[in-house]
């Protein structure tokens, strides 16, 4: 019997210092190993308000036809972001997930050695992607929660191939200013692929930052949306990156076919035209920030300004031991030991009721643990 270490022998030298990603609890995790029954998760930053009508009704219009491939240029996709976003359909590169496409960008320029420089704290999965494709990972502190663009560019080396800037940065929620970024672009080398990740972009309250218009002026831009966040299809995977079609051309070579399915694109075409459901969503965040901020006032406990549909909340305890107990009472968030940040614990942006059930939840918990 092969035992673990000849097993790990097999495995290629950077795998074994990558980490497994860890996500938010799934509902029905909870349900079956505490036996509870009403749940509410606020982990993943999912949409509160479900998914858009619009693309519900063409997934289920079109669900009968799932025994045939999907189109792997997304051809009618394309067409509706091309007359959204008035860029050309070889602008656009479509993927099961925005981090699918980060995957697909390390896997198409990352030579063995070459690194990828981010900030710290900020998505977790960027130490590992970079890993995995046999290149280094390279970070700079956050400056007061924010990205330190200058900093950043300071840090820039011969051996940096990509750059990632997190905008709303996950998990602070906090933006960069726009002059610091475009003073950031025209500084850096043009030799490196910089990414714009923009997951959360549609919750930036009065939005001053036109990156779509950056596209035009650099060729070696990559920005990065999701459909997972404003209009609720997390749970079909599938993201876009918008940049020059010179950039496109390069990673649809590394992109294995049918990588996304029918009723993902459906779903998201119908999605883009669903301005209701989106501006219904902001509101629904927007309103419940509000309401978050001053109900943390009133109990006194810190927290990062954000312009995200999630909140980092600083109590100052062991964020595992309250994870844990807010389980208990049936209510998932995200321990801040999981994204580098103990002590703190990231909360999704729900529904009023489900704030209020909430931070019931945790007034009880922080009063047993005092």
């Excluded at 063409?58 to 051809?75: E, G, H, M, V």
Aim: aromatic share 10%; proline share 4%.
């Amino acid at each position: 019997m092969i035992n673990l270490i000849t097993m790990e022998k097999l495995a290629r030298s950077y795998i074994m210092e990558c980490s497994p990603y860890i996500s938010g609890k799934p509902i029905e995790e909870v349900r079956r190993k505490l036996g509870l029954k009403d749940i509410i998760k606020l982990a993943s930053n999912e949409n509160p308000l479900g998914t858009s009508p619009k693309a519900l009704r063409a997934i289920r219009k079109y669900l009968k036809n799932i025994n045939l491939y999907p189109d792997d240029f997304c051809f009618n996709l394309r067409e509706t972001m091309s007359k959204k976003y008035k860029l050309r359909h070889e602008n656009f590169i479509i993927g099961n997930g925005s981090m699918q496409l980060l995957e697909l960008i390390c896997k198409t320029f990352i030579n063995e050695g070459e690194e990828l420089l981010s900030a710290f704290p900020s998505f977790r999965v960027f130490d590992g992607l970079i890993k995995s494709a046999g290149g280094k990972f390279r970070s700079v502190f956050l400056k007061d929660h924010h990205f330190d663009l200058a900093k950043i560019l300071q840090n820039i080396s011969s051996k940096t191939k990509i750059v990632i800037i997190c905008n709303p940065n996950n998990p602070t929620g906090t933006v960069v200013k726009p002059e610091e970024l475009y003073d950031f672009l025209e500084k850096a080398p043009k030799n490196l692929i910089i990414i714009l990740d923009e997951a959360y972009v549609d919750f930036i309250e009065n939005n001053t930052l036109d990156s779509l218009a950056l596209i035009k002026k650099y060729d070696h831009l990559i920005i990065l949306r999701s459909f997972s966040k404003i209009y609720g299809l997390a749970g079909l995977r599938i993201g876009i990156g918008i940049t020059s079609p010179k950039l496109t051309n390069l990673i649809e070579r590394a992109r294995m076919p049918f990588t996304v399915n029918y009723l993902a694109q459906l779903a998201a075409q119908a999605a883009l035209g669903d301005e209701e459901f989106k501006v219904k969503t902001q509101k629904t965040v927007w309103e419940g920030k509000k309401f978050l901020y001053a109900e943390l006032n009133k109990r006194k406990l810190e927290y990062i300004p954000t312009q995200s549909n999630f909140i980092a909340i600083n109590l100052k305890k062991n964020d595992l031991t309250v994870f844990q107990e807010l389980l208990k009472e049936g209510v998932i968030i995200l321990a801040g030991t999981h994204m580098f940040m103990p002590g703190y614990i990231r909360v999704t942006i729900g529904t009023r009721e489900q704030l209020e059930r909430f931070l019931q939840a945790l007034d009880k918990v922080l009063s047993n643990l005092k």
